[in-house]
């Protein structure tokens, strides 16, 4: 997937310590990807999935 045309921005939820996450959104799909490494790829999800995603990541289900 071509992603040079897509515009990514820091997430909210990114602290000051230059470790971010970049979200990009579009009708079809979202992404993420660590603004660190933009060219190490991207997570990309449909809107369902991504959906789905954030509401894990809310309801703590992955913290370690």
């Known amino acids: 997937m071509d992603l040079s045309g897509v515009v990514w921005r820091k997430s909210s939820r990114s602290g000051g310590n230059n470790e971010c996450v970049e979200v990009a959104r579009t009708r079809?799909?979202?992404?993420l990807r660590d603004s660190k490494?933009?060219?190490?790829?991207?997570?990309?999800?449909?809107?369902?999935?991504?959906?789905?995603?954030?509401?894990?990541?809310?309801?703590?289900?992955?913290?370690?």
Request: hydrophobic share 45%; aromatic share 12%.
């Open 37 to 64: 490494a933009p060219h190490a790829g991207a997570l990309i999800f449909g809107d369902t999935g991504f959906a789905t995603f954030i509401h894990v990541l809310k309801s703590g289900r992955l913290d370690c």
């Open 28 to 31: 079809q799909w979202a992404g």
